[in-house]
């Protein structure tokens, strides 16, 4: 008898923000890869980053975990794939479960253009490259998971 197969691959679902951030490029660009930064501001509201740890470079590591609102900590792992200073960002994450297995994996990419007058224009691409079945939630909760996220990175930039 076959055992059947958890996991079930999903490049349908992609989350696409694009905003205008009253900062220049190099600020917004840093906030990405500084990993003192991200910590201020990457997870949705009501959730804090509890660990932060990256080394932004090609195949570099990242290792960023969120706790929740009500103490539960999700963790999330991921590498860089491709970094072009103050113009591209491309990584994938896995939000992981307490075993440490994965349950779901994106492909993100960020890009920063000059919009003039000290601005900067992001556009997010995350796309779901892999999920376990039974956890459509986390699908479900990425368009405005990432909003809140991106929403906070504002708030950061305009301290």
Known sequence: MSTPNKTSVNTDYKVVIEKVFNAPIEKVFNAWIDEKIVSEWFSPNDFIVSYCKINPVPGGSIRITMK????????????????????????????????GLTLIEDFNTVTFQNAGKGKTKVLLNAQVIKTIKGNEQYIEGMDEGWKQTIDKLEIYLNK
């Open 68 to 99: 929740g609102p009500d103490g539960k900590e999700y963790p999330n792992r991921g590498n860089f794939v491709e970094i072009v200073d103050n113009e591209k960002i491309v990584f994938t994450t896995a939000l992981l479960d307490d075993k």
